[in-house]
């Protein structure tokens, strides 16, 4: 039995004691998937779980408040619910998590850089164990996976979900954690070079807010600082300057909580690497507080909570 017909066979055998299940089907063409919202037989039958099936269902997890769902998750998606978990944010008897051993997902932009011509062209998409087989205007274009693999699954040390319910694939083997040559070479670079770079690359933000809205922990949406008028945190001026503030307010209120699963930079219409900024402010926080967000249960981001002396800062040495 395929992986597909198991994960459909574990879906059917819980599906009248929930009101949804959270996955992926075909999108909008052949090279994207979208959300799958599983309520009845019918829906199950659109099932898909391919490397291009890149959204973190976790996003939609408060918005159920209430029901009994369940949610198809790959290993960083699991951390998002677990943290989810962890912040009160949602019950665990009111999720069933059907948790995939997930090899990888793709980048679209990429995906978008190895085509030869606009993927608004293409016309079928064949995914094989080590590459996709893209028809694009007439002719066929074959990408290895490895070349157009997120990078986020490059440095990941959870490809197994760290809580499920059930569990469909075969576990893969610790991985050591590792850095990515990008965020390293950025890192080094010097203040004043960092500065330019974001006062450039914030040009070219467009504050459609669709790295909040697809942020699984970014759950204050109502009392967003973005729209907030009294107190006016920021203006809707669309500069440099206020693109930023919104970025550093955004990453500030994510420490000791972002999961790493990488929406905020996947969803961006405008290819803003924003996983620079959260991959160094996690960094930060697993050298001062040894926390790493949603690889635990029961485990309070540092933020959160407050200790007359922390174990790892040792302010008396001052």
């Known amino acids: 039995m395929s992986q597909l017909e198991e994960l459909k066979a574990a879906i059917r055998g819980h599906l009248d004691s929930l009101d949804c299940v959270i996955g992926w089907e075909q999108g909008y063409d052949p090279l994207h998937a979208t959300p799958l919202f599983i309520r009845n037989e019918s829906d199950l039958e659109r099932l898909s779980i391919s490397p ?3 959204h973190n269902p976790a996003t939609y997890a408060t918005g159920f408040a ?4 369940g949610m198809v998750v790959r290993g960083c998606h699991s951390r998002s619910i677990i943290e989810l978990l962890n912040e009160k944010l949602i019950e665990r008897e009111n999720v069933v998590l059907f948790g995939l051993c997930c090899d990888g997902v793709v980048s679209q932009r990429k995906i978008r850089t190895a085509l030869p011509a606009d993927p608004g062209f293409v016309e079928a998409v064949e995914i094989g164990d080590d590459a996709l087989h893209i028809t694009l205007a007439g002719e066929k274009t074959t990408i290895k996976l490895q070349d157009v693999l997120a990078d986020k699954c490059r440095i990941c040390a959870y490809p197994d979900p760290l809580l499920a319910d059930v569990l469909i ?3 893969h083997d610790s991985r ?3 850095t990515l040559a990008c965020q390293e070479a950025f890192e080094a670079k010097p203040n004043a070079e960092k500065f330019t770079f974001w006062q450039d690359t914030m040009s070219r933000c467009i504050r459609c807010y669709a790295c909040r809205n697809v942020c699984p922990m970014c759950v204050c949406q109502d009392y967003c600082i ?3 008028r009294d107190p006016l945190w920021m203006s ?4 440099p300057a206020e693109n930023f503030m919104f970025q550093m307010i955004h990453v500030s209120h994510l420490t000791g909580r972002c999961t790493e699963c990488g929406e905020c930079e996947r969803a961006c219409p405008v290819d803003i690497p924003l996983m620079l900024l959260r991959r160094y402010m996690n960094k930060q926080v697993q050298e001062v507080f040894g926390h790493q967000a949603g690889t635990s249960l029961d485990k309070t981001p540092p933020l959160l ?3 007359v002396e922390e174990a790892r800062i040792k302010e008396r040495d001052w």
Do not use: D, R
Request: proline share 4%; charged share 25%.
């Open 169 to 171: 694939g075969n576990k």
């Open 176 to 178: 050591p954690e590792e």
């Open 66 to 69: 209430g029901k009994k769902i």
């Open 305 to 307: 909570t407050f200790q």
């Open 236 to 239: 809707q001026e669309n500069s």
């Open 226 to 228: 973005a729209a907030s």
């Open 52 to 54: 291009l099936a890149v």
